[in-house]
């Protein structure tokens, strides 16, 4: 399981495109949003880098990355 702190996810909109585009490379991912502390925590065979840069690229900066257990 890995925690991203994403910059500028304010809404449900901004979380639902996270969500797409994480989808879109790993059909089996599974992603939970917390909005208002600007939370996504993902547990997916992707590695981390390539699920903040996936995240990056669609203009929501991560701050912070964790590996969680």
């Given at each position: ?15 639902s ?8 490379k790993?059909?089996?991912?599974e ?22 840069d ?12 964790e590996?969680?257990?």
């Open positions: 399981m890995y925690t991203f702190k994403v910059s500028g996810m304010t809404c449900p909109s901004c979380a495109s996270i969500k797409a585009v994480l989808k879109r790993d059909p089996e991912i992603v939970s949003v917390d909005i208002q502390h600007q939370i996504v925590k993902v547990k997916s065979s992707l590695n981390r880098e390539a699920l903040a996936m995240i990056n690229d669609i203009g929501y900066p991560v701050e912070k990355s590996n969680a257990s």
